[in-house]
């Protein structure tokens, strides 16, 4: 069973930094898309992030030069990192981390963890 669980979401500072952190298992997910999310309150979800299995990324226009995304993969685990900087008010949302294979129709999602940004 795939399970995605992110973690490192909590209260910063305008200006401040964040790491979150998701820990993907159940799976050796070869040839999956990792990627984070974003839902802020009254908005749509929102592509913040990814990360295919070669390492090669994209980034929303919002969020280039704030934010970096990196994977570590394992046998039948992989943790896929977003590094956050420069926060501002409008990152506040709840981030989502995702493992998606397309071709064989596999598409996961975490819970989610909160990001506040407010001073």
């Known amino acids: 069973q795939v399970q995605l669980v992110e973690s490192g979401g909590g209260l910063v500072q305008p200006g401040g930094s964040l790491r979150l952190s998701c820990a993907a298992s159940?799976?050796?997910?070869?040839?999956?898309?990792m990627a984070w999310y974003r839902q802020a309150p009254g908005k749509q979800t929102e592509l913040v992030a990814s990360?295919?299995?070669?390492?090669?990324?994209?980034?929303a226009d919002s969020v280039k030069g704030r934010v970096a995304i990196s994977r570590d993969n394992a046998k039948n685990t992989v943790t896929v990192d977003l590094h956050m900087s420069g926060l501002k008010p409008e990152d506040t949302a709840i981030y989502y981390c995702?493992?998606?294979?397309?071709?064989?129709?596999?598409?996961?999602w975490g819970q989610g963890t909160q990001v506040t940004v407010a001073s």
């Open positions: 995702t493992a998606d294979n397309l071709a064989l129709g596999y598409d996961y």
């Open positions: 159940g799976s050796t997910f070869d040839g999956f898309s």
């Open positions: 990360i295919t299995s070669a390492g090669s990324t994209n980034y």
